[in-house]
């Protein structure tokens, strides 16, 4: 892990229709750091990731990706985004593959698409588990895979910095092994990862770094913050409102 | 074919065969976008400028094209800028456009609400060289930009947001594609008449979708359907003497009945052949595990 910071606010703040969201946050993220954005509803965690991208201005501060200003920064295809949804789907039906295929504009010349980049969109389904549904109809699948499709999309340009919002967010417990599967690759390989997450879950192993934000103010920046009650057990057991009938809790053996 | 031994049947053939490409291939991506209406509005801007080129005496198909052109891009601009109140704005630019076409007309010399009628439903027959010379080059703008540009007009439709992370010029790409759908809407006017355009720019589009799983492929269909009913409604109207622009739009829809139809029995035998494909995975019915033993039972 190197000292290079590949994201770095300053004193941002921003505001969502006159009400002000960010009220002056900081946050260092360096090269082959996982960092976790935490906070209740409201906190601005997913503003903060959406001034990052440009989506959302800033009213003040300053934002760096890979040490350029955001507003000359060009270099797109080193960030793989992954936005909050609950679909891939849009007006009209669209294939798995067209789908995460439009990630992988940001390395292609005016849109066209060469046989490396038709390789890179394959490996992308097979990281997250659906090349077998690479010509399916997104709007035929469930709500995990859906995310695993909108993380394949992110994946395609093979960045070195990975944002993402809320990524668990409704993910069966199937999807959500197969996700934290892919991260702990990703992480593996050196890529940098900004997470909002709403609870640490499954990912939690594989967090350095924990930024909790409440009322646009940064409450914590350090380890993952201590969990409490039944959570605070090691190994204990998560049942997983979603699990299918009959599936084991995942355990984690450290009780038995 | 005596049909194509007319000089105004060969120009109106020509103009339907070339709204019959360009109104699918820009209206799957309003459709994709959800903004499926977003063609009817820039026709009830188009009005003024048919009004407008009557009353200066210049072009209408060129002046409703810088006309609608305007307003695209003042709707484009209302969707960035007033998020909160853009569906009552744009209310006002569509009955404005309509209004304003109204007046325009009726003040030109001579001019009366007959004249609009040509535009407002369309009108084949009339279609003239110089009209025709128009329509080609717009719809040959049209094609180059929803073909050419397909990849990032389907990226920055399917999600603008995450378009904007690849790099994509996205603020570019939603004005060019307002551009193009009020080109679009110019092209159709004179075949279906700017009331009746924006079925053109949906149904097809709507019909496609019914059969397809892939975007390619809807858009291939799309196209193909919108070739068919313009072909057909125009041949129809020279043969039994009604309305083309009407003709053309009732064909799409029931082309869109008969393929949902016919998509029924199609999705059926897709989800079996997905069934079959996983069986394991995705057993078909729900049973009780033959271990459950008395302890499920209730007593009494």
């Not at chain 1, 394959?122 to 035929?140: E, F, H, I, P, T």
């Not at chain 2, 209206?27 to 209406?37: E, K, N, W």
Request: neutral net charge; aromatic residues 4%; glycine residues 10%.
């Amino acid at each position: 892990m190197s000292d290079e910071s590949v994201i770095s606010l300053r004193g941002v703040r921003a505001e969502l229709g006159s009400r002000p969201v960010l009220r002056g946050i900081d946050l260092t993220v360096r090269r082959g750091q996982v960092v976790a954005l935490l906070g209740a509803n409201g906190s601005g965690k997913s503003t903060a990731v959406r001034t990052i991208i440009g989506q959302v201005p800033v009213t003040a501060g300053e934002i760096e990706l890979f040490g350029t200003p955001r507003r000359r920064f060009r270099d797109w295809a080193r960030v793989g985004y992954v936005p909050q949804r609950t679909t891939a789907a849009g007006g009209v039906p669209a294939t798995v593959t067209e789908v995460v295929s439009s990630g992988r504009l940001s390395r292609a010349r005016f849109g066209v698409l060469r046989k490396a980049d038709h390789e890179a969109v394959r490996r992308a389904l097979d990281l997250v588990g659906m090349a077998d549904r690479a010509k399916d109809s997104v709007n035929a699948l469930s709500g995990g895979q859906h995310q695993r499709v909108l993380i394949a999309r992110a994946l395609a340009a093979e960045p070195e910095l990975l944002i993402m919002d809320e990524p668990m967010a409704g993910v069966d417990l199937a999807s959500q092994e197969v996700l934290a599967q892919t991260l702990r690759g990703q992480v593996a390989a050196g890529t940098t990862v900004l997470l909002v997450l709403h609870e640490l879950g499954p990912l939690e192993p594989l967090i350095d770094r924990a930024v909790v934000l409440r009322d646009g103010c940064v409450l914590h920046d350090g380890p993952p913050p201590e969990a409490v009650g039944q959570h605070a057990l090691p190994g204990h057991d998560h049942v997983h409102p979603h699990a299918p009938a009959g599936a084991e809790p995942i355990r984690t053996g450290l009780l038995s | 074919m005596e049909i194509l031994n007319y000089a105004f049947m060969q120009r109106a053939l020509l103009a339907a065969v070339l709204v019959g490409i360009t109104a699918p291939a820009i209206g799957i991506y309003l459709v994709q976008r959800r903004q499926a209406l977003m063609g009817d509005g820039i026709g009830h801007v188009a009005m003024t400028g048919v009004g407008l080129g009557f009353l200066l005496s210049w072009s209408p198909v060129w002046m409703a094209t810088v006309v609608s052109v305007l307003g695209a891009v003042l709707m484009e601009l209302i969707r960035w800028y007033g998020k909160t109140r853009g569906d009552i704005a744009l209310a006002m630019l569509f009955y404005g456009g309509m209004a304003g076409g109204v007046m325009f007309i009726n003040l030109a010399p001579g001019g009366s609400n007959a004249n609009l009628t040509s535009y407002l439903f369309g009108s084949l027959s009339t279609v003239s060289e110089s009209d025709v010379t128009a329509i080609c080059l717009l719809a040959a703008f049209v094609v180059l930009v929803t073909v050419g540009l397909r990849r990032q007009l389907f990226a920055v439709s399917q999600d603008e947001e995450f378009a904007r992370v690849t790099g994509l010029p996205v603020r570019a790409l939603n004005l060019l594609t307002a551009v193009t759908a009020a080109v679009t809407v110019t092209v159709a006017m004179r075949v279906v008449g700017l009331l009746l355009v924006s079925a053109l720019m949906v149904v097809p589009v709507a019909a496609a979708q019914q059969l397809t799983r892939s975007f390619a492929a809807t858009f291939a269909i799309a196209v193909a359907l919108g070739v068919s009913v313009t072909i057909g409604g125009t041949v129809t109207s020279y043969y039994q003497d009604v309305p083309p622009g009407a003709t053309i739009v009732l064909l799409t829809i029931g082309a869109f009945i008969l393929l949902s139809v016919l998509a029924a029995p199609l999705a059926r035998r897709r989800a079996r052949a997905l069934a079959a494909a996983q069986p394991a995975a995705d057993p078909a019915e729900c049973t009780i595990p033959a271990t459950r033993g008395a302890a499920d039972e209730v007593g009494v």
